[in-house]
C-alpha cells in the first residue's frame, strides 16, 4: 500500500521556522531519492529540496531535508521563511511518483 502523509504545517510569522514531516510506506521510500516539493497558490508544484541534489536556490541556505531511513521518515527544516514560501508542501521521491499525499499547508504571514 503506497502512503504519503505530511505533517507540521501551519502559520507562521516571516522569519519564523517550521519543520515538516513525512511518514512514507515502505512501498515508496526510498533513502537517497526522497524530496520536498511545494505548490503556491496559482503555480505549478516544484521540487525545493532532494535528498540527492539539494535545494533550489530560492530556499538554499535556509531549508534543511533529512530522512530517517529505519522509520521510513523524511524531514524539511525550514528556517528564516519568508512570505514566498507560502504554499501546501509535498514529499516524493525524485523523480516524482505518479501518488501524492494530501500535503500540509504552510502560510507565512505577519
Known amino acids: 500500500q503506497m502512503r504519503l502523509v505530511e505533517s507540521g504545517g501551519g502559520l507562521v510569522q516571516p522569519g519564523g521556522s517550521l519543520r515538516l514531516s513525512c511518514a512514507a510506506s515502505?512501498?515508496?521510500?526510498?533513502?537517497?531519492?526522497m524530496g520536498w516539493y511545494r505548490q503556491a497558490p496559482g503555480k505549478q508544484r516544484e521540487l525545493v529540496a532532494s535528498?540527492?541534489?539539494g535545494y533550489a536556490d530560492s530556499v538554499k541556505g535556509r531549508f534543511t531535508i533529512s530522512a530517517d531511513n529505519a522509520r521510513n521518515m523524511v524531514y524539511l527544516q525550514m528556517n528564516s521563511l519568508k512570505p514566498e514560501d507560502t504554499a501546501v508542501y509535498y514529499c516524493?521521491?525524485?523523480?516524482?511518483?505518479?501518488?501524492w499525499g494530501q500535503g500540509t499547508r504552510v502560510t507565512v504571514s505577519s
Open positions: 516524493n521521491v525524485v523523480p516524482a511518483s505518479g501518488y
Open positions: 535528498m540527492a541534489s
Open positions: 515502505r512501498s515508496i521510500f526510498r533513502f537517497n531519492a
